[in-house]
Every structure is written in C-alpha cells, then in structure tokens.
C-alpha cells in the first residue's frame, strides 16, 4: 500500500493556479496516484506521528508542493516501478527548463527500509531536494517525468506559465479537427471562468441534460420556430458539454461516475433529439407527407431508429467496456488483432488500425483527407450544427432523414465489427487461452 507526503511549508503553497492551491494540487496528484494517505506537510513535526500510524509494509511517495505546480504525469512513472528508490527527473525536452535534465523534479518514491529512511530524513528538516540528489548518486531508478507534469510557481509570472501549461491538458487525444477548432475555441473560455468557481464536472453534466431536455421539448411541440429555438439549445448544450471534462482533467476531479454520466446523457440526448425532431416533423408536416400510405411514415422510421440506436450502443459499449476498457465512446475500435498477453496462456486484443479508413498501399491526398475526416460526419459535434443549419433552412424533414438513415447504417457498420469481435473470442476459448481484460 502506498501513503503520501505532499511537502506544503511554504508560504505560496496557498496560492491558487487554475482553482487549486499549489498544495491541494498535489493532494489530489497522489491520489489520482492510488495513495490510501496523504498528508499535506505544513509542519515536519507532524510527519512522525503521522508516519508511526502507517501499516507494517510501508511505501511513501514524497511530493514538493513548496514552489511548484504539479501534475499527474509527474508521479505516474515512479509509482508504476518496483524499485526500492525512485526518484522524478526532468526530462531532455521538458515544458518547464528550470530543472536541469537528468535532475530531481520534486517527487521520490521510497518502499520498505528506504521508505522509513526517506521519512526519517524529512522529519530532520532535510531539504527533499538534497535527498532526491543523493538518492539519484547513491543509485535510485532515475524516472523522467511526462509531459504536463510541474512547473515553477513561486512569482505571479511563473503561475501565469504554469496555468498556461496546464491549460493544455483540455485535450484530448480523441479529439477530432471539428471539436478542437470549432468547439474547444468557445467552451474553452467558458471553462476557464468555472475553474474559479466550486462547479463540479457532474454538475455541468446535469446542466447539459437540463437543456437537451428542454431543447428536445422545444423541438418537439411542431412549429418551425420552435424546432429551431430547440435544435439550437441542443448545440449549446454540446458546447457546455466540453467543459465538464475540461474542468474535470484541470482541477483533477474525474471519476468513474462522472465519466459514464457524461458518457449515458451524451447517448440519451442524440436518441432524444432524434425522436423530438421526428415528432416535430410529424405535426408540421402531416402524416400523409409521403401520400396516403395508410400507415405513418414518422412513428416507423422513429421506432426503426431507436432499434437500431440500441443495437450500436450495445455493440459500441460490449466493444469499449469489454475489450478496450473505457467508458468513452470516442475509445471505439473497430478492428482488433491478437497478441501475446503478459502472462502465459494469455492473450490481449489489440486495435489493428490506426486511422477511422484504412487502405492500402500509396493513397492520393483526396483519399488520406477522405480517410481522416470522413468518419466525423456521424458524429455529435458534426450533427449538431448541421442539424441547426437545416432547421434555420426549414428543413427539419432532411435533418430527421439523415438522423434515421445514420441509425440503420451504424447498427451495420458496429454490427458486424460486434460479429468480427465475437468470433475472435470465440477462436481464442477454443484455443484455451485467456483474454486479458483491461483493468
């Protein structure tokens, strides 16, 4: 088990960057790191008698929240190591160049007698500094520290430099060319105003499904200038719907909770405005909009919509939460081949392509631009402002058209990745062999 002792004796430990102290930072960097303790060190005195109450296998990570803004990535690396002694290193390219490379960055890990060592020397008052340098010459696994990771925080320029580093993190890998240059640039503001506030990343995710619920309400009673007011609603409840993950990354409060909360109302509200608008069309343009056909035309293609949006968010969800272990649909991977797992008779799923389209072979420009962002148009932040552009066109029928079609065609597309993905772990159970699941 792990504990940890953030080192808070400074005056400017106090200070806030991005709506955290630099101290409450670093608390929650070591529990994001899997400590059952932390204590925030104002005083040395306190480290004994804090320390004397650990359990009989003892592992400590000591991290400096004196004068310095950190981060996760700053502590992954030497919790993931079995070392006796391992100590934070700054990288050959890192963001903040006040730390030489190669030199201690403000966290060290001890375990056993070295933990007991490194706590002792602490209640001396021995600067942790000094004890990262000597561990590192008397032969501690050297571990550089990743990207985003600390930066100086002492003076008002240097906490400018580090929210600005820090600011960097609202990105995510999974974002696509729509969502960071048309959606970051405004929810992006927004959540810097809500970093200083007590807001919650949850509590956003209930905003955003107040206004989807509303926007779907408003779309759904029939007059065009209602639908309109209500498509757009829904795009600004897209919007808001970046910052609960931007705010929860910044100020370290994501959870698993919040991610399916996030992930279920992102689900709901694309099921719900499909039916709104549907219902919508049916009111405004009559059920023998198509001819008398003698039956309606709305309520089947909602009801063949809605079964098929179920079987792709079954297949998406067996794929992301079985197999690839995520709660976030963008994690999606089609395609999975089979490698050797860590342990013997084991085997893990890897994805097996890289890009959304895969081809062989030398591909024109025209077709890598194909291949790249092609796959966007079946997204949320894609649909959501090419939905509003219809309704502003008083074309609403169109948008309820191309939202039933995508349910059909996804359910094909996931469907038979699902088939693919279930005959593989058939093959593999004949085999004998086990499937690592990811934790």
């Known amino acids: 088990m792990l504990d940890a002792i953030v080192l808070a004796d400074g005056s400017g430990t106090a200070m806030p960057v991005v709506g955290l102290s630099l101290a409450e930072r670093a608390r929650r960097v070591a529990v994001r ?116 990771a600390r930066h100086p925080a002492t003076t008002t320029t240097e906490r400018t430099a580090a929210a600005r580093l820090l600011y960097r993190s609202i990105h995510k890998p999974q974002d696509n060319a729509i969502t960071r240059y048309l959606y970051r640039p405004v929810s992006f503001p927004l959540t810097r105003l809500l970093v200083h506030t007590p807001v919650t990343p949850n509590q956003v995710s209930y905003a955003v499904a107040v206004l989807i619920a509303l926007g779907c309400w408003l779309t759904a009673r029939g007059p065009m200038g209602s639908a309109i007011a209500g498509t757009a609603l829904c795009l600004v409840a897209s919007y808001l719907d970046c910052c609960d993950g931007e705010i929860a990354r910044l100020k370290l409060l994501s959870s698993k909770f919040g991610a399916w909360l996030d992930t279920v109302v992102d689900e709901l509200s694309q099921l719900a405005y499909m039916l709104a608008v549907g219902w919508h069309c049916r009111a405004y343009f009559g059920v023998d909009y198509l001819g008398a056909l003698g039956f309606d035309p709305w309520l089947w293609a909602m009801a063949i919509a809605t079964l098929t949006y179920a079987i792709s968010i079954y297949c998406i969800y067996f794929n992301i939460i079985v197999v690839v272990g995520s709660a976030n649909s963008q994690d999606y991977v089609g395609r999975f081949e089979v490698v050797a797992g860590a342990e013997p008779g084991s085997v893990r799923l890897r994805p097996a392509a890289s890009q959304p389209i895969a081809t062989a072979g030398e591909r024109h420009p025209a077709l890598t631009w194909i291949a790249t962002y092609a796959p966007y148009i079946v997204r949320k932040d894609f649909v959501s402002w090419l939905a509003l552009i219809l309704a502003v066109g008083h074309q609403t029928q169109v948008a309820f058209l191309l939202l039933v079609v995508g349910g059909p065609a996804t359910a094909v597309v996931v469907g038979l990745d699902h088939l693919r993905l279930r005959l593989q772990l058939r093959a593999i159970a004949r085999r004998g062999a086990r499937v690592t699941r990811p934790a």
Do not use: F, K, M
């Not at 040395?44 to 996760?72: G, N, Y």
């Not at 030497?78 to 990288?91: F, G, H, K, N, S």
């Open 33 to 148: 790191a899997g400590a059952r303790r932390v204590l925030v060190a104002r005083d040395r005195a306190a480290i004994a008698a804090w320390w004397s109450e650990a359990a009989a296998v003892r592992s400590v990570l000591v991290v400096r929240a004196t004068d310095q803004l950190v981060h996760p990535p700053l502590v992954g690396g030497l919790v993931a190591t079995a070392a006796e002694r391992a100590v934070a290193v700054a990288p050959p390219a890192a963001a903040a160049t006040d730390v030489a490379p190669g030199a201690y960055a403000g966290a060290l890990l001890g375990r056993g007698a070295a933990a007991d060592q490194l706590v002792a020397a602490l209640v001396r008052g021995e600067d942790d500094r000094a004890l990262g340098a000597a561990a590192l010459a008397a032969g501690a696994v050297a571990v550089p520290h990743g990207e985003i």
